[in-house]
Every structure is written in structure tokens, then in C-alpha cells.
């Protein structure tokens, strides 16, 4: 700086140094599997999750497991029963931070109702099991093809 410049210092900053702040992407991991629409698919969808729990910090067997686990086999029997003309599904385990996603994605533009009333038993019971772990469930359209993707999302226990 010369000697007429003057730095220009936020008011919050002054008479203090600056920091420097690192802004880091937590880290996150995704698995996705293509599963064939048919009678092996919620046994191909829950090996696929299963499979990747240890890489994601999921104990095999705990309760937490077995309720992501449940959620993919609800997600699932509702494609076959609603999409079943949708020759592949695309269901996903996504982790970041102290997030889990699950996720099932279908050929069938449909939305599913999401509302209390709306719900059959098995989305009922899959929203019970997310809000048990501070989580929620949602839809929404596909962005690559003319599908959906259904959203289930729990907070990771520690």
C-alpha cells in the first residue's frame, strides 16, 4: 500500500487480524444400483444397500440398518406395484455428514401422495421410520429421464 491508501476493513474486523476460513464440502458418498423390475428385485435392492453399510459408517444388524433396509423393501414393492411397466430402478444409498438418503427412482412420472391421508400402510410406515430418526420423506421428477425418485432421508445415529 502507498501512503495515502487506506485498506478497507469490515467494522467487525477492526483492531482484529484476519482469519483465514477454509470452506470444505463435507464428504459424500453415493451408491447406485440398477435393479431389474421383477420377483428378486427388493432382495437385489436390499444386497445392493447392505453392501455398502460398512463404507458408510452403518453397522450391519443394528437397529438403524434394519430400518434403512425395511425403507428400501417398502420403496421398492410400491415400484412394483405402481411402475411395474418401468423395466429398471435405480435405487441409491447417498451419505453426507451425519445424513443417510435412500432413494428409488422408477420410468413412472406419477408422484406418490405424500399426505397422511394420501400414504397406504407401507409409505406410512416408511415416513414413521424416517421421522424415528429425524428424517422425512419426499418425491419428486426425475432429472434425467420421465421418472420419479422417491427420497428418504434420516439423520445417522451416532
Known amino acids: 500500500m502507498t501512503d495515502g491508501a487506506r485498506r478497507f476493513r469490515m467494522p467487525w474486523h477492526r483492531g482484529r487480524p484476519t482469519a483465514g476460513v477454509e470452506h470444505v464440502r463435507p464428504h459424500v458418498r453415493r451408491h447406485i444400483a440398477s435393479v ?10 436390499r444386497e445392493a444397500v447392505a453392501e455398502h453399510f460398512a463404507e458408510v459408517g452403518v453397522a450391519p444388524g443394528s437397529a438403524f440398518a434394519d ?3 425395511l425403507v428400501v423393501s417398502e420403496l ?5 406395484r405402481h411402475a411395474a411397466h418401468s423395466p429398471l430402478m435405480d435405487v441409491g444409498l447417498t451419505v453426507s455428514a451425519d445424513q443417510l438418503v435412500v432413494s428409488v427412482a422408477d420410468a413412472e412420472p406419477r408422484l406418490p401422495d405424500l399426505t397422511l391421508e394420501g400414504m397406504g400402510t407401507g409409505l406410512r410406515m416408511v415416513a414413521e421410520l424416517a421421522a424415528d430418526y429425524d428424517g422425512d420423506v419426499s418425491a419428486e421428477p426425475a432429472v434425467d429421464h420421465d421418472g420419479k425418485v422417491v427420497l428418504v432421508r434420516f439423520e445417522v445415529p451416532v
Not at 37 to 45: F, I, L, Q
Open 76 to 80: 421398492v414393492t410400491n415400484v412394483l
Open 36 to 45: 431389474r423390475v421383477g420377483p428378486d428385485a427388493v432382495r437385489e435392492a
Open 67 to 69: 430400518a434403512v433396509l
